[in-house]
């Protein structure tokens, strides 16, 4: 399995910018990882997910494409997720997460950190 540990969120009016980061450790077959979004009494939805080999983004939620960008640093040892005009919708804690695979279309992802807040008024 794969350690994450996320970083990064806080507390922003409308309209500002946060980046997240998930510190990646452990396993090196890593297939695909992303960030995932909770809010209270709301399901867990997917934010954007990636392949970790080629970067290849394979997803970017409708609610906030153009927005939000998903990315690793070179050393594939921090995935980031920089987030640009936040809303107060945007509120929810943050989750990195990571799979084995095959593929990125699911969202039951195997390992997950602990999560971070955001906090958009």
């Known amino acids: 399995h794969v350690q994450l540990v996320e970083s990064g969120g806080g507390s922003v009016q409308a309209g500002e910018s946060l980046t997240l980061s998930c510190m990646v450790s452990?396993?090196?077959?890593?297939?695909?990882m992303g960030w995932f979004r909770q809010a209270p009494g709301k399901e867990r939805e997917a934010v954007a997910k990636l392949y970790f080999d080629t970067e290849y983004i394979y997803y970017v939620a409708d609610s906030v494409k153009g927005r939000f960008n998903i990315y690793l640093n070179n050393a594939k040892t921090t995935l980031f997720l920089l987030m640009n005009n936040l809303q107060p919708e945007d509120t929810a804690t943050y989750y990195c997460a990571a799979d084995r695979g095959p593929g990125c279309g699911f969202d039951d992802f195997s390992d997950r950190g602990q999560g971070t807040q955001v906090t958009v008024s």
């Open positions: 452990g396993s090196t077959d890593t297939h695909c």
